[in-house]
Every structure is written in C-alpha cells, then in structure tokens.
C-alpha cells in the first residue's frame, strides 16, 4: 500500500515536471523532480490526516473529471482525426 501510493505520488510528480519543461522550456534535475515528488507525499499525507470527508470529496472530483476529461478526449478525436480518402477501392 505505501509503495502505491508513494509510486502513484512520483507519477504525478513526473507529470508535473513534465507538463513545465514543455510549457515553458525549462529542464528539471532528478533532485529537483524529487522535491516535486516529496512534496507531493507530504501534501497526500496532510491530505489523509485531515479526514475522510475532503478525501470523499476529491474522489467525487476525479469521477467527474474522468467522466469529463474522457467525454472532451473522444469528442476531441472525432473531431480533429485526419479523414482517410480510399482511391483506388482497396479500404
């Protein structure tokens, strides 16, 4: 359970970093990305000490935020996806 959460917490650090280097072009070091990723379990462990509501609270968040993310992927893709033009019959 610990190793879980501490890799779910490192995945979400590495999405971080990521999301800065290519947004504003800026490299981050392994310590700085475990800073991120420390943080990160400091900021889960705050969060599962102060109670079970706001966790309620932020899992109802995510279903939504799935359900949404998911629903403007899809929509996203049908949209934007290259039309494929058969010539020669053989689609």
Do not use: D
């Amino acid at each position: 359970m610990v190793l879980t959460g501490t890799s779910r917490n490192l995945s979400v650090a590495l999405y971080i970093a990521s999301l800065a280097e290519i947004g504003q072009g800026i490299t981050f070091s392994r310590v700085e990305i475990a800073v991120i990723a420390w943080g990160i379990n400091i900021a889960s462990g705050i969060l599962n000490t102060i109670g079970t509501k706001a966790i309620g609270r932020m899992s109802s968040f995510n279903v939504w935020w799935t359900i949404g993310g998911t629903f403007v992927l899809v929509i996203t893709l049908l949209v934007k996806a290259p039309v494929k033009v058969c010539l020669n019959h053989n689609c």
